[in-house]
């Protein structure tokens, strides 16, 4: 079956622009993550949701980012007045379930880029 | 501060031999550890994990060991391949069977075997 998607596969933006990142997950998946990953960093945490809420915000950085989840199936990451520091791969994954016990599956990623 | 490290950058073998990464952590509350291999352009794709309540766990080529009381864990693959070539994770959780559990990762070794 189908992975997890994201789009676009590359953004170029201009700092202070907004930005849009969308995650499709594997069908059926409840739980869905975004993490960003620096250049020469393994990925960070950012946000989980469980269905439509964000069950833990406390990995995004600033109130500059902010991720939505209407019908607990795609999620978009949107990042207001972008800056430099924000470029990096932003990569989403989703599971089964929450825990441990549930495999976390990842898109490709979004590689984003700030002008 | 980083919680899960990846001290060695990278990391040359020859087809056929040993490949062994490690990786240590700094927090005793993690008690699940996993490893990902992520090849460029694509996301971490998961390869195996180990409760903290185990020293061992084995999949094929595929041997991860833990030592809890140095907060140590390697990676072995034998016998290594050429597609084992990429980028090598390692991750903890803490609360495993709770809810929205994030993966912590280093920062990853490039593994490289020539054949």
């Known amino acids: 079956g189908a992975g997890v998607s994201q789009t676009p596969s590359n953004k170029v933006t201009e700092k202070g622009k907004y930005v849009e990142l969308r995650c499709d997950p594997i069908s059926g998946h409840t739980a869905l993550y975004w993490y960003r990953q620096s250049l020469g960093q393994g990925p960070e945490f950012l946000i989980y949701?469980?269905?439509?809420?964000?069950?833990?915000d406390s990995g995004l950085p600033n109130d500059r980012f902010f991720a939505v989840r209407p019908e607990g199936s795609v999620s978009t990451l949107k990042i207001q007045r972008t800056e430099r520091g924000d470029s990096a791969m932003y990569l989403c994954?989703?599971?089964?379930?929450?825990?441990?016990?549930?495999?976390?599956?990842f898109g490709p990623g979004t590689r984003l880029t700030v002008l | 501060d980083q919680q899960v490290k990846q001290n060695s950058p990278s990391l040359s073998v020859q087809e056929g031999r040993i490949s062994i990464l490690n990786c240590d952590y700094t927090n005793s509350m993690f008690d699940y550890f996993l490893w990902y291999k992520k090849y460029p352009a694509e996301g971490p794709t998961f390869l195996i994990s180990i409760s903290s309540i185990k020293d061992k766990n084995e999949d094929g080529r595929f041997t991860v060991f833990l030592n809890k009381s140095a907060k140590h864990l390697s990676l072995h693959i034998v016998p290594s391949q050429p597609g084992d070539s990429a980028v090598y994770f390692c991750a903890a959780i803490r609360g495993a069977n709770q809810a929205g559990t994030a993966l912590i990762f280093g920062k990853g070794t490039t593994l490289s075997v020539s054949s």
């Open positions: 949701f469980q269905g439509t809420g964000a069950a833990d």
């Open positions: 994954a989703s599971s089964l379930g929450p825990g441990a016990r549930y495999e976390q599956f």
